[in-house]
Nanobody, 121 residues
Framework: VQLQASGGGLVQPGGSLRLSCAAS????????MGWYRQVPGKQRVLVAS???????YYEKSVKGRFTIPRDGAKNTVYLQITNLKPEDTAVYYC????????????????WGQGTLVTVSS
């Protein structure tokens, strides 16, 4: 199983961005899908997640600005970011709980490679 994250870049304050994370490989099902972010010298922090039932979680500082839709047909989770602030600058990582096709059907956690978001004028 692999996760391919994309969509980061340099954005001006107030701008918008969409991150994507596509899962591929021997996948039976995808459970919780989430996005974390990390700045140098600090711990990785969960900013948003979504269950396969559509229940979402947002970290307090991103509520109202971030949304986390998922596309089951494409095995992809997105992070829609609006009204970007300089403090949103970080490397963003996707993380997905995957049940693989192989038996036994154990759930494992996989991480994407990280995509850098820089918010600056």
């Amino acid at each position: 199983v692999q996760l391919q994250a994309s969509g980061g870049g340099l954005v001006q304050p107030g701008g918008s961005l969409r991150l994507s994370c596509a899962a591929s490989g021997s996948i039976s099902s995808l459970n919780v899908m989430g996005w974390y972010r990390q700045v140098p010298g600090k711990q990785r922090v969960l900013v948003a997640s979504i269950t396969n039932g559509g229940i979402t979680y947002y970290e307090k500082s991103v509520k109202g600005r971030f949304t986390i839709p998922r596309d089951g047909a494409k095995n992809t989770v997105y992070l829609q970011i609006t009204n970007l602030k300089p403090e949103d600058t970080a490397v963003y990582y996707c993380c997905v709980a995957v049940v693989r096709r192989e038996l036994p059907p154990v759930q494992e956690q996989y991480w994407g490679q990280g995509t850098l978001v820089t918010v600056s004028s």
